[in-house]
């Protein structure tokens, strides 16, 4: 089992910067990719940003320029460094994890955390 713990959410004017933070705990898993999925009020949860253990970054176009995912591999921990936040930019953040357990690759979500952008 792997849980996921969020934090780094709040509220925060146009303009600007909020820095997301997931950190991955249990036993007997290797961490294989990370990421961040968003879902407003009235939309489908989509991806933000997707970074795999190698490194290779996937970002949604609405956020590219302004949002950085990185991650600590020994920490098994994910950031997502948010600039130039948009009112658009209001949802709630998922975290994503693909985990190996054994011989298994499994899926895991964090609870969510919310990030309002206000005009």
């Known amino acids: 089992q792997v849980q996921l713990v969020e934090s780094g959410g709040g509220l925060v004017q146009a303009g600007g910067s909020l820095r997301l933070s997931c950190a991955a705990s249990?036993?007997?898993?290797?961490?294989?990719?990370m990421g961040w999925y968003r879902q407003a009020p009235t939309k489908q949860r989509e991806l933000v940003a997707f970074?795999?253990?190698?490194?290779?970054?996937t970002y949604a176009d609405s956020v590219k320029g302004r949002f950085t995912i990185s991650r600590d591999n020994a920490k098994n921990t994910v950031y997502l460094q948010m600039n130039s936040l948009k009112p658009e930019d209001t949802a709630v953040y998922y975290c994503?994890?693909?985990?190996?357990?054994?011989?298994?690759?499994?899926?895991?979500w964090g609870q969510g955390t919310q990030v309002t952008v206000s005009s």
């Open positions: 249990g036993s007997s898993f290797r961490v294989n990719a």
């Open positions: 994503y994890c693909r985990a190996q357990l054994g011989l298994s690759l499994r899926d895991y």
């Open positions: 970074i795999t253990s190698g490194g290779t970054t």
